[in-house]
């Protein structure tokens, strides 16, 4: 129903920058939130950033001042801007769409992309 399309990832030496993109598309009745996860070798996937209509972003604490989460809600897109990359925010990042069902129980529907890989050397 819904399709995400992620770019921007790479490789960026520390200290570098990357702006990760990813446009939804699709049968989208209201988008309630877009958000970036991310998953390093041998963890959990986390989340990074997430962004819904009306309500400040919010951030895991280990990228807070060097990320920033922005969603243009005309063209169903999410941007992730990473400043100040480290090593360990190598992981593929996925991004994430929430999508409310238009009706009852108007329950919660997720969306994946299919991942981008951002790799930073020190």
């Known amino acids: 129903q819904v399709r995400l399309v992620e770019s921007g990832g790479g490789l960026v030496q520390a200290g570098g920058s990357l702006r990760l993109s990813c446009v939804a598309s699709g049968r989208i009745f209201h988008i309630n939130a877009m958000g970036w996860y991310r998953q390093a070798p041998g963890k959990q996937r986390e989340l990074v950033a997430l962004i819904t209509r009306g309500e400040s972003p919010n951030y895991v604490d280990s990228v807070k001042g060097r990320f920033t989460i922005s969603r243009d809600i005309a063209n169903n897109t999410v941007y992730l801007q990473m400043n100040s990359l480290k090593p360990e925010d190598t992981a593929v990042y996925y991004c994430?769409?929430?999508?409310?069902?238009?009706?009852?129980?108007?329950?919660?529907?997720?969306?994946w992309g299919q991942g981008t890989q951002v790799t930073v050397s020190s």
């Open positions: 994430n769409c929430r999508v409310i069902i238009p009706t009852p129980p108007y329950a919660p529907k997720d969306y």
